[in-house]
């Protein structure tokens, strides 16, 4: 029989979905941030928001349509929880364009940055756009009037598209009132302006400018009315029919295009657009009222996630920094195998590169004493150093095995890329178990020594891909630690092979034992507080959900055990209610880099028992993902973890914010002269600034 929980003991994961993305809100109305870092905040709360909607209020919908089942602990039906989203989300769109218009534009403007708006163009200006318009712009349109013979076009996920309102006939005596206009995706949404003729060193005129000014020029002899600018967003949820896929694969490439044309469940519109052609758009992608989010400025801001990129401002951005190297590899050239052979070896990204992963698996690719390498693919890029590596390991001669995971969201297509290109150069490629993502982040090296074969491991809790590493704050650790080597090579057995599970030495596997053993390392905590010891739990995470481990945190916390938890986005667990959960902390860190390390620490009667991890504590990681959490075992490293990865985050009071019991957050500020700020001093400590070496 199912476990029941209390309801009121949980907090919704829409809910706490917005709350982040304020938090990350926050950054952008912060004007100690760096400006154009600013800008590039208010884009990912776009971006952020747009996956809400495609994954999140898209399944929302689903369930409602099929009777509103209980969507979670909290005991709101799929119905009640859009009715509690739609006010948070239309206000939290609506801060972000006051942010946009009435502080960044104006600060930018004053830095030489300016969007240059279609009513204040002067001449030269408006000989460049029509320039432009009619060399890059017009050849690439194809505008549909809607008639009989035009229906309303399929219209592409979040792509920008203009309705036109018109009036007069045709060469062929049409008489449509209405057309479409789809704006190409190879287009950017901004574009920069020659200095001579914006008069500024950085001026940007909006694509959606350039067409409102020229739409006419595609409708010769007919008056324009009106020409409005909209977006929708779509379900972008694959579906592949576990019982009925007979090659993973295969199904995926079928279903990938289809993406683009799911259920519509957001319409966004400029703010000129009139009543009538909003409710007809409505109609058209049939949607309510609520489903409309009316915005002044463009549709999407996630475009303008390119323009710090085009501006050579270092003095609007983050300081630049070059990532540092551990001391054991700081040698040039090091042979890691040698290294490896006598210490295990912990990274600390992005403050220390990421180039010693790609440095090893090209040094086991070139190295002919390696005969096998071994590895997962979650997320690695359309570009990648280290996929080139496995390929030319598979060229010379190595047995390469690598598990991709096909259905990595939003990274589909570049896996299967990979995967093609792999099984061409003779790669063992498989794709996990149907029904369980592979998240787990394990590399192994087989290499032949002195007349027997070795293995060597690299663990970690990010993924394998170099642009993300310098963003992403994660763990590595490389060790040939044999026992922990062994659990490795029978994870990669059961994902490649078939059997059983086998009983691992030192990692904790989902979905088998993750579960399981972090409940009794709770549990333990709990123990040894009712015996009068100190219980002491502390856990950086990217979410918390499962409502068992929220439960037994609960348990832990009425026990006396002190417990202290680091969550980055969403946690549906209430801290701080009497009787229930008055010993639990809960923090948020938002910075410069996105949090993404799991690290779980059990004081454990002084055993000071600390693990890494590539899940969180959410249903997806311990039962329907394959995920692997291990020790840090060397007690120097162990230190570390503590210090850098933990005890740290929990004395900043500069980027941290603390949750109240009803799931909104407080930002910490310093006392005069009394500021820690986490990743500030990580920084400072572990990297270096670009100015004193090369770049990595």
């Not at 034992?513 to 856990?539: C, D, S, W």
């Amino acid at each position: 029989m199912a476990k029941t929980f209390p309801s009121q003991n949980f907090l919704n994961r829409e809910l706490g979905l917005l709350e982040f993305n304020r938090r990350v809100l926050a950054q952008a109305e912060d004007a100690s941030v760096p400006l154009l870092e600013r800008l590039k905040y208010l884009c990912i709360v776009s971006s952020n928001l747009d996956e809400f909607f495609e994954i999140r209020v898209a399944g929302l919908k689903e369930q409602a349509k099929l009777g509103g089942l209980a969507a979670g602990p909290d005991g709101l039906e799929a119905t009640q929880i859009l009715k509690r989203l739609y006010a948070p989300t239309h206000q939290l769109i609506a801060r972000q364009y006051q942010l946009f218009n009435e502080e960044l534009v104006p600060a930018l403007a004053q830095q030489g940055i300016k969007f240059l708006r279609r009513t204040h163009w002067n001449e030269a200006q408006k000989a460049w756009v029509k320039d432009f318009f009619l060399r890059e712009v017009m050849p690439v349109l194809t505008p549909i009037g809607l008639d009989p013979a035009h229906p309303f076009p399929r219209v592409l996920n979040k792509s920008l598209n203009f309705t036109v309102e018109l009036q007069g006939k045709d060469a062929f005596g049409r008489n449509s009132a209405r057309a479409i206009v789809q704006a190409p995706r190879v287009l950017p949404r901004a574009i920069l302006m020659p200095p001579e003729v914006s008069g500024c060193p950085y001026g940007f005129v909006f694509l959606s400018s350039i067409l409102h000014a020229h739409v006419g020029e595609l409708f010769a002899g007919m008056e324009v009315l009106g020409c409005y600018q909209f977006r929708v967003t779509r379900n972008s949820d694959l579906f592949v029919d576990e019982e009925e896929v007979k090659n993973l694969r295969i199904s995926l490439q079928g279903e990938l295009p289809q993406r683009h044309f799911g259920d519509a469940v957001r319409l966004e519109v400029a703010d000129n657009c009139p009543p009538a052609m909003s409710e007809f758009l409505l109609q058209q992608f049939e949607l309510k009222p609520e489903d409309l989010f009316r915005v002044k400025g463009p549709v999407n801001l996630v475009r303008l996630m390119r323009i710090p990129d085009q501006v050579a401002r270092d003095d609007l951005k983050f300081a630049p920094f070059a990532p540092g190297m551990p001391a054991l590899l700081q040698k040039k050239g090091a042979d890691m195998f040698k290294v490896l052979r006598k210490n295990d070896v912990l990274l600390h990204h992005p403050y220390q590169s990421f180039k010693s992963v790609i440095d090893f698996i090209q040094q086991a690719a070139a190295d002919p004493s390696v005969v096998a390498i071994k590895q997962t693919v979650y997320r690695t890029g359309v570009d990648s150093e280290l996929m080139e590596a496995l390929i030319t390991a598979a060229r010379n001669g190595k047995e390469v095995t690598v598990v991709v995971e096909l259905l990595a969201r939003f990274d589909e297509e570049a896996n299967i890329n990979w995967a093609s290109r792999l099984e061409e150069v003779g790669a063992h490629v498989v794709y996990g178990v149907v029904g369980h993502k592979t998240h787990a982040k394990m590399l192994m090296v087989v290499r032949r020594e002195d007349n027997k074969l070795r293995r060597y491991v690299h663990l970690g809790t990010g993924n394998y891909h170099p642009r993300t590493a310098k963003l992403y704050t994660d763990f590595g650790l490389f060790t040939s630690n044999e026992e922990m080597c062994a659990d490795v090579n029978q994870v990669f057995m059961q994902l490649t092979g078939l059997g059983k599970a086998s009983k691992l030495r030192h990692l904790w596997q989902s979905p088998f034992t993750l579960h399981t053993n972090v409940l009794a390392a709770i549990r333990n905590e709990t123990r040894l507080a009712k015996e009068g010891k100190r219980g002491h739990v502390i856990a950086k995470m990217n979410s918390l959900l499962e409502p068992e481990i929220i439960t037994a945190l609960y348990e832990a916390s009425q026990a006396g055990v002190k417990i202290e938890l680091i969550v980055r986005g969403v946690c549906a667990l209430r801290p701080g209610v009497a009787g229930l959960s008055e010993n639990i902390r809960v923090l948020s860190i938002i910075g410069r880099f996105l949090e993404h390390t799991r690290i779980f620490y059990f004081r454990n009667d002084l055993a000071h028992d600390v693990y890494l991890a590539s899940a969180d504590w959410m249903d997806r990681n311990f039962f329907r993902r394959i995920e692997v959490c291990f020790p840090v075992l060397d007690e120097k490293l162990k230190k570390r973890v503590l210090d850098e990865g933990l005890k740290i985050y929990l004395k900043d009071n500069c980027q941290a914010w603390e949750m109240d019991c009803n799931g909104f957050w407080h930002r910490k500020s310093p006392a005069r002269g009394a500021a820690n700020c986490a990743q500030a001093t990580l920084l400072q400590e572990l990297a270096q600034p670009l100015a004193a070496t090369d770049t990595d």
